[in-house]
């Protein structure tokens, strides 16, 4: 990866030095030896998915000497991943840190006849998570499966309460559905969930689970990232469930002893020419220091 070198480890040092969590100072880019030299004009508009997010502006402020607050004005991490995708295709994003894409995502690119470039820089999971009250601590894979294609109905069934089980499933277009049908696989088997049960944002679904009434008798999924790094708040109200007695955590989901482990991308266009500052982002992101930085903002880095 001989673009990567071009983002020194120098600079890295630098980002690395000044932190990442809050409001970072503004520091200068290191630029020795007549490297490439990324501006505001020149840098690649990023996109993708939300949970990609503080890796997103972690690698902004880092390449252009800026801190947290103005490099999250210069990219935007919002809408659904598959709409991230179609803008990769549309010309909208030149990059994307994003999740697996979904089956519409890629037909709309063989529609357009559009091919990306992507490489797995990090690895999360789709976790289950219901009410803090719920007893139920742990499922089983065919558990899971169960609820979800309307033959458990009771959390009784899995050695709760006598309660009803709610199960709520995300919007087909949303990177959590998309890994919730590739990992769960139940494809026609899948229940057809009634209108107000599919929630069409990532913190609508922690807010069924962790706010409203009846709560404890909620079950949803997201990503493990999300949850732990970014929903703090709501993941005190609410519990992650192990799955065949294995609790998520960046130890199970490293080694995937948990079961619903997948990874996520860096994705540019096909094609792009090795000095193009969009192929050099791509290259520095999944080098050596990329995922030096990945690891630094708590994701579990592919390695």
């Known amino acids: 990866m001989k673009n990567a070198k071009k983002l020194t480890a120098l600079l890295l040092a630098a980002a690395l030095a000044a932190g990442f969590s809050g409001c970072a100072p503004k520091q200068e880019p290191s630029q020795p030896d007549g490297t490439f030299v990324f501006t505001q004009d020149n840098y690649p508009r990023m996109g993708g998915s939300l949970a990609a997010l ?65 490489t797995p820089v990090g690895r999360d999971a789709l976790v289950f998570i219901t009410g803090e009250d719920n007893p139920i601590d742990s499922l089983s894979t065919e558990q899971i499966k169960d609820i979800y294609r309307g033959k458990l109905k009771s959390w009784s069934e899995v050695g709760g309460s006598q309660s009803e089980i709610i199960p709520y499933q995300r919007n087909k277009d949303s990177g959590s559905q998309t890994l919730f049908d590739k990992l769960i696989d139940l494809g026609d088997e899948l229940m057809d969930a009634p209108t107000d049960k599919v929630i069409g944002s990532m913190i609508g679904l922690l807010e069924v689970v962790a706010d409203y009434e009846n709560s404890k008798d909620a079950l949803g999924y997201t990503v493990y990232y999300y949850l732990t790094n970014m929903e703090t708040d709501k993941l005190s109200r609410s519990k992650i469930l192990s799955v065949d007695g294995v609790a998520p955590s960046n130890e199970t989901i490293a080694s995937k002893e948990y079961p619903y482990t997948n990874d ?33 903002e708590g994701y579990v880095p592919v390695k």
Do not use: C, H
């Open 54 to 118: 503080p890796l997103g502006e972690a690698v902004t402020a880092s390449v252009l000497g800026i801190d947290r607050e103005s490099a999250g004005q210069l990219i935007v991490f919002e809408g659904s991943t598959t709409d991230n995708y179609k803008a990769l295709v549309d010309g909208t994003f030149d990059i994307l840190l994003a999740y697996e894409p979904s089956q519409e995502a890629k037909e709309y690119a063989e529609e357009q006849g559009f091919e990306w470039e992507m």
């Open 264 to 296: 996520f991308y860096v994705v540019i266009p096909k094609g792009k020419a090795q000095d193009d500052p969009v192929y050099i982002l791509y290259d520095w992101i999944r080098s050596a220091q990329g995922l030096e930085l990945v690891e630094r």
